[in-house]
Nanobody, 115 residues
Framework: QVQLVESGGGLVQPGGSLRLSCAAP????????MGWHRQAPGKQRELVAG???????IYVDSVKGRFTISRDGAKNTVYLQMDSLKPEDTAVYYC?????????WGQGTQVTVSS
């Protein structure tokens, strides 16, 4: 079992920034990948960003150049720095981890971009 604890969501104006954190127990190197999906009202959940154990990162096209995913192995934590936020980024963001071919999910954190 992998338990994930998220933090960092909130309300921000368009053009603003937020940083999400996702903490996982144990040795992060034993996890294949971590990252975030998001789900907006009435829409399907989509992958936002991910980082693999080797350090490779992936992003959905709509956030490239604005979001940055990183990790701190010493703290077993992954971060999503979100800059130049847009109203269409409004969603519940779910941290995920892939461990032994299974997906594990965080509790979700609301991100609202509105003036």
């Amino acid at each position: 079992q992998v338990q994930l604890v998220e933090s960092g969501g909130g309300l921000v104006q368009p053009g603003g920034s937020l940083r999400l954190s996702c903490a996982a127990p144990g040795t992060i190197s034993s996890i294949l990948a971590m990252g975030w999906h998001r789900q907006a009202p009435g829409k399907q959940r989509e992958l936002v960003a991910g980082i693999f154990s080797a350090g490779t990162t992936i992003y959905v096209d709509s956030v490239k150049g604005r979001f940055t995913i990183s990790r701190d192995g010493a703290k077993n934590t992954v971060y999503l720095q979100m800059d130049s936020l847009k109203p269409e980024d409004t969603a519940v963001y779910y941290c995920y981890a892939i461990f032994r071919s299974m997906y594990y999910w965080g509790q979700g954190t609301q991100v609202t971009v509105s003036s």
